[in-house]
């Protein structure tokens, strides 16, 4: 709630700027005039036109990390709560479905700033991305944007989706929800890697018919994750509803959001061979595996970690194999730019991978460390284009752990030893 008297005295200010002169041209999703006190509180801004869900973004960019914006209709104040439940902002939503018009005044409420957060590089997709992979159209695509950390999350659903996707029988993609889901998981990995560069990080769902990058319907790119409907659903299935669990939802979402950090910004050295699976895959997919395992649920985590025991054991003398030798036995993309095809070798390089990641962790905590110490120091000194090999994790992990991690590295990454699989997989803390 706004204390009445800072209202008071923030409508006279609206009332003052309500005579200001019509939109600048160019001024879309930005505000052209208004600051932010340093030590957050009331800001008063004039919207230089466009939707609702460009507002936090264009607040940071003034300095504002935005907890409600205001306006005035006939002279009633409308309140938009950042990340509050959309019916809190039920008629401002309606008042501003087709965008807020330019040279609207608006009172911003803004909350006190950390002064911890590191400046952000400026969002742009690199010219090397797939075409359109990050791309969206307003009028196709439901938006909802947070502000975390500096960072704004921009989630963009399929309005097929989010008004016909069901999970478990439920509305699935209420944009809303959907952001929920992608700021729980942002979160959780800002908290394993420590920072996030750029200014701005877009999820895309994609409809069905609506992919601009064809065979290869989901990847990550650093910037964002663009998210495919074939994922689960395989090719038969041609549209909405998707029979999604609640679960398999999250697993999908977390683990794709993670390779944000861990295989885009952080990526290993290319082995030059002509798969795309590499001896550093283990890292790239098997930790990706794990941690996603971890944050989504407790009876997911014991599941996921017994399904990678038994594919591992059932893939026999194969199992322990180094990752190198299963990299190599994993086939060849069918050519440039397509996607990696699958075959047993596939699955055991994730499996294992996830396997060697919790023995990884459960050995690095023993010396007081851990798999996220591991993963920030790594992310540290690979986050910003240097390329990584397996010389280089090892080299970390002795850091972190101590010489013994070398042994660790011998048998079970580089080196063909059984996996010492425990009786039970304890949640490590
Ligand atoms: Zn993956």
Avoid at 339 to 365: F, H, I, M, W
Wanted: aromatic share 10%.
């Amino acid at each position: 709630m706004m204390p009445a008297r800072r209202l008071a005295a923030a409508l006279v200010g609206l009332a003052c700027l309500a005579l200001v002169g019509p939109s600048e041209a160019g001024a879309e999703g930005r505000f052209t005039s208004g600051e932010a006190p340093p030590g957050g509180g009331v800001a008063i801004a004039v919207w230089g036109g466009g939707a609702v869900a460009d507002l936090p973004g264009a607040a940071l960019a003034i300095g504002c990390d935005l907890r409600s914006a205001w306006a005035t209709v006939s002279g009633r104040l409308l309140g938009s709560i950042a990340g509050a439940p959309a019916f809190v902002s039920a008629e401002f939503n309606q008042q501003f479905g087709d965008g807020i018009p330019g040279g609207t005044p608006l009172i911003l409420l803004c909350r006190a700033r950390s002064g911890s957060v590191a400046p952000k590089q400026a969002w742009a997709i690199p010219a090397s991305y797939p075409a359109g992979a990050l791309q969206y159209d307003r009028a196709r695509y439901a938006v909802d944007t947070r502000v975390i950390e500096g960072t704004v999350v921009e989630v963009a659903v399929h309005r097929d989706l989010a008004a016909a996707a069901r999970i478990d029988g439920e509305a699935a993609h209420s944009v809303a929800s959907f952001a929920d889901l992608v700021s729980e998981a942002f979160r959780a990995h800002l908290g394993v890697f420590g920072s996030f560069p750029y200014d701005r990080y877009r999820v895309v769902m994609r409809g069905p018919g609506d992919d601009p990058l064809g065979s290869s319907p989901t990847s990550e790119w650093g910037l964002g994750v663009p998210m495919g409907t074939s994922v689960i659903d395989g090719p038969a299935v041609s549209g909405p509803p998707h029979p999604y669990t609640r679960t398999s939802a999250r697993d999908w979402v977390v683990h794709e959001m993670f390779h944000a950090w861990n295989g885009s910004l952080m990526r290993p050295q290319p082995a030059g061979g002509p798969q795309v699976y590499q001896a550093e895959s283990w890292l790239v997919e098997g930790a990706t595996v794990y941690y996603t395992a971890r944050l989504v649920d407790d009876a997911f985590y014991a599941a996921e970690l017994r399904d990678a025991t038994q594919d591992y054991l059932a893939a026999g003398r194969d199992g322990t194999l180094s990752f190198a030798e299963i990299a190599a036995r994993t086939p060849a993309p069918a050519g440039p730019g397509l996607a990696p095809g699958y075959n047993e070798y596939v699955r055991l390089l994730y499996q294992k991978g996830a396997l060697v990641s919790y023995l990884l962790d459960e050995t690095l905590r023993r010396s007081g460390s851990s798999l996220d110490a591991l993963m920030r120091a790594m992310y540290g000194e690979f986050g910003s284009g240097r390329q990584y090999t397996n010389a280089d994790v090892r080299r970390h992990a002795i850091a972190l752990g101590g010489g013994g991690l070398g042994a660790f590295f011998d048998a079970y990454v580089e080196g063909d030893a059984a996996l010492p699989i425990p009786s039970t997989f304890v949640y490590l803390r």
